[in-house]
């Protein structure tokens, strides 16, 4: 571990920032904040690049006041604590999904937050494995619970039935990095019926995880099957509906066929930005998602927007500091596949990442990098 020089000594530190859309990232020099009451400063380790920072920094999405600083997860030491903090002490190896609202992107050498964003870091995982999870699991849980109405009762009962548990539960793009904790924590709370579209070469892994039923979104005749089994199950769902999580948000490659094929009446969560193709080869980002394409009669959308967990107070108490490092530590996610971006500077990684998102080259694993070499 590096030395921990007290605040005063480092008015400010380096952080990683987005000058313009489409420009390169540039290093620039931030204040070190010394922590308030309920806060603590972290020594930033290792962070993750998220399709998010690619959003803001090649589509200047949410781009509001360059220099932007980017990055939703961090890992990292605690340096310094706030008064009336103590649920973490200095020393603490802590994980955390950082939003908007937390106004310190994680791509920088240190942060100060609210201590509840954190979660300890459990003791069976390296620091660059617990940097895949935070951002991706924290929407997994605040979709299933508050936009899906799916129960998660936490801690579970050691006897635990959920009510419609075997109502089809459609999870498109289940191998992205939020799908793929969709399907494990569906299956740990006992849903039975959990049907999923991913690239055929995911398939095991997706049955292993707990999927029921696997299509592969490339295929036509897979999509016909698909629309099949959710028309014939949408009939014995009872007074449950169809519940659907698009957890890619584009419009022409998940909401239209979707639109096609969810049967009426069923209620479809989609992760915003919804991506838009424009003529030019480029990205529009919309924010709605009901009028965006023909869905059947009584379909209703709801926009995911995990941005604002913390305005769900029992989410904000415990979703990081609790429920995230148990789900890990009891086996019950297994970590997205962790890739390393290498570079000789802080700088580099940082562009490296973006370069690799940029290029599409990221399918079922999540890209960490280091912010400080050791
Ligand atoms: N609003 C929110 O709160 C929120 C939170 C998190 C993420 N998001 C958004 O959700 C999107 C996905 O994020 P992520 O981090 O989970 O992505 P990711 O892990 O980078 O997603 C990559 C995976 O998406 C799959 N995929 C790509 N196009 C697809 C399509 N048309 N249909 C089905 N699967 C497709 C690919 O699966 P295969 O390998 O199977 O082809 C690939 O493995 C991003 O736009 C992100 O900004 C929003």
Request: overall charge negative; hydrophobic content about 40%.
């Amino acid at each position: 571990m590096s030395v921990i020089q007290p605040t005063s000594n480092h008015p400010t530190h380096a952080a990683v920032a987005v000058v313009a859309a489409q420009a390169p990232l540039q290093l620039i020099q931030v204040p070190t904040v010394a922590p308030a009451a309920g806060q603590v400063r972290v020594e930033v380790h290792w962070v993750a690049s998220s399709p998010f920072d690619l959003h803001q920094a090649e589509g200047g999405f949410f781009l509001l006041a360059p220099p932007q600083l980017l990055g939703d997860t961090a890992t990292g030491v605690v340096v310094e604590a706030g008064e009336e903090e103590d649920s973490l002490k200095i020393g603490d190896e802590v994980f955390c999904a950082l939003v908007p609202v937390d106004k310190q992107p994680a791509h920088q050498e240190f942060i100060t937050v609210a201590a509840h964003v954190f979660g300890k870091i459990p003791s069976n995982t390296p620091p660059q494995i617990a940097a895949t999870i935070p951002s991706s699991f924290i929407t997994t849980w605040h979709t299933l619970t508050n936009y899906l109405s799916i129960p998660l009762p936490f801690p579970k009962p050691s006897v635990y039935t959920p009510p419609n548990a075997d109502a089809p539960i459609l999870i498109w793009g289940a191998f992205s990095s939020v799908g793929q904790y969709v399907v494990q924590i569906l299956k740990h709370y006992g849903y039975t019926n959990i049907v999923v579209t991913a690239s055929k070469r995911h398939h095991d892994m997706l049955r292993s995880f707990g999927a029921r039923e696997t299509f592969d979104y490339t295929i036509l005749e897979d999509l016909e099957r698909l629309g099949d089994f959710l028309n014939i199950h949408a009939e014995g769902v009872g007074e449950g509906r169809v519940k659907v999580l698009d957890g890619i948000g584009s419009l022409e490659g998940s909401m239209e066929p979707l639109a096609r094929m969810v049967p009426p009446g069923s209620l479809v969560a989609v992760l915003l930005p919804v991506i838009k193709k424009n003529l030019e080869g480029g990205v529009e980002y919309l924010m709605e998602t009901q009028d965006v394409v023909s869905w059947k009669g009584g379909v209703e959308t709801v926009g995911v927007r995990t941005h604002f967990y913390q305005q769900d107070e029992y989410l904000r108490n415990n979703l990081q500091p609790v429920i995230m490092p148990a789900m890990l530590e009891q086996g019950v996610i297994k970590p997205n596949r962790a890739r390393v971006v290498e570079g000789r500077t802080f700088l580099e990684r940082a562009q490296n990442a973006l370069d690799m998102l940029r290029r599409k080259e990221v399918s079922g694993e999540r890209l960490v990098w280091r912010v400080k070499e050791t």
